[in-house]
């Protein structure tokens, strides 16, 4: 079975850009969770749809968005770009009952110039 | 609120030899999940272990186990017969077992593993 997986790789964008980062789940999974991961502020939850409802927020501004599709497949979209976006943006995905184990995409490496 | 301490910011174990990372967290709930996440210079992000917090028995898969104590709430991860592949930040993460808000995951800061020769 097929892995997280998660496009681009790498992006590079400028100040006040918008960009749009898509995961596609492990085959069978219908909940999908987006992470930040920085140097400075380590892992920290932006959000979790299921079934394409977001089922729960974390602490981010709202140029942070994302959605779900009915495959499952989940874009997060940032706007306004700011340099502290720059990030790795892991994308997570589990079957969808409370008691799952999340499962890792490779990441997209965003850099904002 | 949640959290997760990693006071071991890094660590370094011979080949063959055996290690264990510390992780402590603090909750007032009484059902909840950890883990034990590996992230190699790749970057993607691996779990390595899995527990319950309403077993008493310490998880293991293969050469990784854990010490789960949860009066203390700690949950310290031993790798045993580490190989140079067990190279790699260590995440240990916090999960609560309580519906609507059960699908986030609470991260510590990370423990770098090296693994020498």
């Known amino acids: 079975k097929a892995g997280v997986t998660q496009t681009p790789r790498y992006l590079i964008k400028t100040r006040g850009q918008q960009v749009t980062l898509s995961c596609s789940p492990i085959s069978g999974h219908r909940s999908v969770s987006w992470y930040q991961q920085t140097p400075g502020q380590g892992l920290q939850f932006l959000f979790e749809?299921?079934?394409?409802?977001?089922?729960n927020k974390g602490n981010f501004p709202g140029r942070f968005s994302g959605r779900q599709f009915s495959n499952s497949r989940s874009e997060m979209n940032v706007s306004t770009l700011e340099l502290g976006d720059s990030a790795l943006y892991l994308c997570?995905?589990?079957?969808?009952?409370?008691?799952?184990?999340?499962?890792f995409g490779p990441g997209t490496r965003l850099t904002v110039l | 609120a949640q959290t997760v301490t990693q006071s071991q910011p890094e660590m370094s174990v011979q080949e063959a030899e055996t290690v264990t990372l510390s992780c402590t967290y603090d909750?007032?709930?009484?059902?909840?999940?950890l883990f034990w996440y590996k992230q190699p210079p790749s970057r993607q992000m691996i779990l390595v272990i899995r527990?319950?917090?309403?077993?008493?028995q310490n998880a293991t898969e293969n050469r990784f186990s854990v010490n789960f104590q949860k009066a203390a709430k700690s949950f310290s991860l031993k790798i045993s017969d580490s190989q140079l592949g067990d190279a790699a930040m260590y995440f240990c993460?916090?999960?609560?077992?309580?519906?609507?808000?059960?699908?986030?995951?609470?991260f510590g800061t990370g423990t770098r593993l090296q693994v020498t020769l």
């Open positions: 997570a995905s589990s079957l969808g009952q409370d008691a799952d184990t999340q499962y």
């Open positions: 993460a916090y999960r609560t077992a309580y519906t609507g808000t059960a699908s986030k995951l609470t």
């Open positions: 909750t007032s709930e009484s059902d909840y999940y």
């Open positions: 527990q319950e917090a309403y077993k008493q």
């Open positions: 749809y299921f079934s394409e409802t977001q089922r």
